[in-house]
């Protein structure tokens, strides 16, 4: 099929305007694999995000409306709770596919045909009666040498209000670079629901990052690190291009520490999740970043971004007397979730 057959075909799930959102990325391999997941998954509708006001506002709103996250005192504040079944990222069903399902030291591997197939398999059907939205965005700053671009393709209005926050919209550098972008595509999809709102088939839940194809398969979770795309599961593929690329894309904070003359000295810190990270980059100067880091040598000099626009940290445990600093900002606070703060500049 052409391009324009994809698009046309489309046409039964997707409203004129939205397909022409769509269209507007004149990139065929996207179009392609738009169909191909409307053909799998089976959506009622398709929501193309553009970026703009109206559509962020549509997104907060349908992730109330529709259970997945609840309202608070504090008028732009939403909390989402997990279930208690998925609470926290699968190891036993994490895996990287690799052609042949190489064995690799310490990761959890799986042959691709065969990682394809199964997950394809269990995601057939599985958003139908529901809208499935498509929102690209910049991990990092737009148009810089360091950043990379990602297509999010979900049923969860949840995970694009949490990638909304956290990562600039790029919607129109799509526009504008296709079709020669290169992007990572995450394809989620929470599965059936319980009373509760909460991913019912956890035995089904699988989480499979494709490094060859560039894309992670990701369905039966809501849990962020299983199923937000540009957190926990881009990080895996960062890594693998940096990796092959030559430089570093790493977990690690970036903050500078004010010295004589008023000289900054920035720092890394690589420590595991849940530690204090977030709280230690509150303690310095100037934040760069308080969770992922890209790392290149520019003339000799290591120099660093924070792909992410929005701070990102555990709200278990937080309290005015061990981090008053992140209770005063205002953050919500509740069971077992993450605090999220929009940022002032996107």
Not at 226 to 250: A, D, F, P, T, V
């Amino acid at each position: 099929m052409e391009s324009l057959d994809y698009l046309e075909a489309l046409g039964r799930v997707m409203s004129g305007e939205m397909l022409g959102r769509l269209a507007r990325i004149r990139d065929p391999e996207l179009h392609r694999w738009i169909y191909e997941v409307v053909s799998i998954a089976e959506p009622a509708s398709v929501y193309v995000v553009s970026g703009s006001v109206e559509d962020l506002e549509y997104v907060r709103r349908a992730s109330l409306e529709r259970g997945e996250e609840v309202a608070t005192r504090f008028p732009r504040h939403t909390v989402h709770f997990d279930g208690p079944l998925d609470l926290a990222r699968d190891r036993r069903n994490t895996r990287i596919l690799l052609s042949g399902g190489v064995s690799v030291p310490l990761l959890n591997t799986y042959d691709r045909d065969a990682g394809v197939k199964e997950v394809l398999g269990i995601a057939r059907g599985i958003m139908r009666g529901r809208e499935m939205f498509v929102s690209f965005y910049c991990f990092g700053p737009p148009g810089s040498d360091f950043t990379l671009y990602a297509v999010q393709v979900t049923d969860s209005a949840y995970v694009i209000h949490s990638e909304n926050i956290l990562y600039r919209l790029c919607y129109d550098e799509f526009v504008r670079r296709a079709p020669g972008i290169r992007y990572a595509r995450f394809f989620h999809s929470s599965g059936e629901r319980d009373e509760n709102g909460w991913s019912k088939n956890v035995d089904k839940r699988r989480i499979f990052i494709d490094l060859e194809g560039n894309t992670v398969y990701s369905v039966n979770t809501q849990y962020a690190g299983n199923s937000i795309g540009l957190k926990k599961l881009m990080l895996r593929l960062c890594i693998n291009q940096g990796y092959m690329e030559g430089w570093l894309c790493e977990h690690m904070f970036i903050a500078g520490v004010r010295g004589p003359g008023g000289r900054i000295t920035y720092f890394t810190g690589a420590f595991p999740a849940g530690c204090g990270k977030t709280s230690t980059v509150f303690a310095s100067d100037t934040v760069v970043g308080d969770d992922l880091a890209m790392i290149r040598a520019v003339d000799g000099v290591a120099r660093g971004v924070n792909p992410e626009v929005g701070l990102f940290g555990i709200i278990d445990g937080v309290n005015p007397v061990d981090e008053p600093d992140i209770y005063e900002l205002g953050y919500i606070t509740g069971n077992r979730g993450h605090l999220r703060k929009r940022a002032p500049n996107r």
